[in-house]
């Protein structure tokens, strides 16, 4: 008897056609594009981020050392001179979070590029290949790797940490095409060895210099031994151009002052949080990766394996010494989402029947629960249901937008006829598995993006809070508010129009007015030589208080 193939992948010709470019495309789009317009930068990261690209924009702060609020700021200079530049170039035509938003959108769908170009080099490798039938019918080389890489890609659009964070104008989207960039260096360098050495060259640099240094070098260090102990001589040539791309970033990471101490050490509360985390993050891409890892095993030292687990087991390990950051987990997705498009030759038939029907029925019902509350809210019937709004978002009026009902009702329809497209047609193909669960994906971002924007927006916009604020502080006043959050201070000199210092002596300094944060109404008696003029709360936050003093 002959020995059994080490390969675990058998497709046929049919099984390895290619996803429609049409559908994938209109996919991507629907998924890129809601929430880019319509809406203010959100509370937290993102708004802070985009302060700070507007402070340099504006020129109330230098390019070369930002502060917010007279603090100094992030470091990652790169993806904020990057959004600055829209801004610049956008201004008295282009609303500026509008034009900061652009190139991170941009920058997502890089991404998604590039994922799929890793994939489909990655698969035309010799050990990644199917098993060749004795009387032929197999699929053929080039068409089998590009259903992989339409798997990866769809992989990627499902998982629940890029969506979260992937849509946000944020340093972190910056990283992620940097380490995407890499991914594709280290795949492409058997056959595409210029851009190769052009991606691995800048990748890295790049990685840096977006506030992430560590990462880079964590990284770099990775590829050097796969590449190292490739059977491909181009491969092992791109050993120099790693280690060049690592002297690089290291310098520019010190011309910049990026390097930063952010390691914490993990507590056991901190593990219990991180698996969390990563069941939900990296969902559904984690359980696919694990199943390729177990099936592919035999093949753990090839490229087609060893190039995203590395590059993604940096992000795992970013995450797990800065005690669990979802940003930093979210850089090891571009790897996983790879080695779960391999998982997908693997499949059984009751294994995707599972994923479908799983995706099929939790989706429809999110899709139709949001139209429920988009109901509820235009109509105010049922009552009960329309009554949750007002105590959610105290303060909200429904608004009824044509242009955001359109895309909705457009939405829906074409998941209804992926639904039917996918029962019906198309059984054979690789990447069916994973077609409903970025389809769905994509839906319930395109639904809460129009239909629910509105109400999100007056949730997570700072907007409501200045207008709360502005009666008791004149338009350009002097502002102290020592400790105030970076996001805070964003708010409030982008939309207030006022100058906040946000120093930890600000108190002292020659501000007439002074903001203190508090989870109470009042904190007792008012600072010396200061008194209490009015206590402001967050809309939508109940034990979220800004006391406003003024100077006796």
Known sequence: MNAPSPKPALVTQRGARRLPRLPLLLLCLAYIVPGVLGRDPWRNADLAAFGQMAAMAEGRTSWWTPTLGGVPADTALLPHWLGAAFIRAGAGWVDPALAARVPF????????????????????????????????GEASPVDY??????????????????????????P??????????????????????????AALFASLPLL?????????????????????????????????????????AAALAEWLGAWRWRALPMSADDAGGFIELWLWFTWPAWPLALWTLWRWRRQLAHRHLAVPLVVAGSGVFASVA????????????????????????????????????????????????????????????????????P???????????????????????????????????HREALWKSLVLPAGGVALGWLLAMTLLLSALD???????????????????????????????????????AWHVDARADAESGGCPYLLHRSAARSKGEAPAGWRLIASVQRPTVRDDWFLIYRRR
Do not use: N
Request: aromatic share 12%.
């Open 172 to 197: 972190e989207l910056a990283q992620l095409a940097a380490i995407s960039l890499y991914l594709y260096g280290l795949a492409s360098a058997p056959y595409r060895v210029a851009a190769s050495r």
């Open 458 to 496: 007056y949730a997570r916009s700072p907007r409501p809070l200045m207008a709360r604020m502005a009666p008791w502080l004149p338009r350009g006043a002097c502002v102290a508010a020592p400790g105030l959050a970076p996001a805070e201070v964003a708010a409030m000199e982008y939309v207030g």
């Open 322 to 389: 800065m005690a669990g950051s979802d940003r930093a987990l979210m850089l090891a997705l571009p790897g996983l989402a790879v080695l779960a498009a391999f998982a997908l030759p693997t499949f059984k038939r009751s294994a995707s029947a599972a994923i479908d029907w799983f995706s099929m029925c939790f989706f429809t019902l999110f899709a139709l629960a949001v139209w429920w509350v988009y109901f509820a809210l235009q109509t105010g019937w049922p009552a009960w249901q329309a009554a949750v709004g």
């Open 391 to 425: 105590r959610l978002i105290p303060g909200y009026e429904a608004r009824f937008s044509m242009l955001a009902l359109l895309p909705a009702l457009l939405g829906t329809a074409a998941w209804f006829w992926l639904l039917r497209w996918r029962t019906g047609r």
């Open 105 to 136: 959108a941009l920058l997502l769908a890089l991404t998604l590029v590039l994922v799929w170009y890793t994939t489909f080099h990655l698969a035309r490798t010799d050990s990644a290949q199917p098993v060749p039938f004795a009387f032929g």
């Open 208 to 248: 840096a210099g977006s506030g992430a240094p560590s990462v880079a070098i964590v990284a770099g260090l990775a590829g050097l031994i796969v590449c190292a102990r490739s059977r491909y001589a181009p491969a092992r040539a791109s050993v120099i151009w790693i280690a060049l791309a690592m002297a690089a």
């Open 145 to 170: 790797a590009r259903a992989i890489a339409d798997g990866a890609v769809l992989a990627l659009i499902a998982t629940l940490g890029l969506l979260r964070l992937g849509h946000e104008t944020t």
